[in-house]
Nanobody, 122 residues
Framework: QVQLVESGGGSAQVGGSLRLSCAASGYTYRMGWFRQGPGKEREGLAS????????YYGDTVKGRVTISRDNAKNSVFLQMNSLEAEDSAMYYC??????????????????WGQGTQVTVSS
């Protein structure tokens, strides 16, 4: 079992920035960030391989977010810039212990955090 603990959500202004953090309790092969707004599907935003560091980004956030890792702390981070009102959602950290298909597909992840709310307002 891998437990994930997220932090860093909250409120921000349009055009502002937020940094989300996620700490894992055990081995992870890949970690990712997803979000889900009210009445919407869970959307893959970014993923990173904990070994080689390969990253993937979703089209809706590409160029505005950066995923990074700290292997010593078994943690990943999501730096979000140029925030838009449409970025308001619950953000989830996810972990996979082996490679399972497309890195931004939710089915590829076994473990999920409890979520952290991000609210962007003008």
């Amino acid at each position: 079992q891998v437990q994930l603990v997220e932090s860093g959500g909250g409120s921000a202004q349009v055009g502002g920035s937020l940094r989300l953090s996620c700490a894992a309790s055990g081995y992870t092969y890949r970690m990712g960030w997803f979000r889900q707004g009210p009445g919407k599907e869970r959307e893959g935003l970014a993923s990173i391989s904990m070994g080689g560091g390969a990253t993937y980004y979703g089209d809706t956030v590409k160029g505005r977010v950066t995923i990074s890792r700290d292997n010593a702390k078994n943690s990943v981070f999501l730096q979000m810039n140029s925030l838009e009102a449409e970025d308001s959602a619950m953000y989830y950290c996810a972990a996979a212990t082996r490679s399972m298909g497309w890195p931004l597909a939710k089915y590829g992840y076994t473990y999920w955090g409890q979520g952290t709310q991000v609210t962007v307002s003008s």
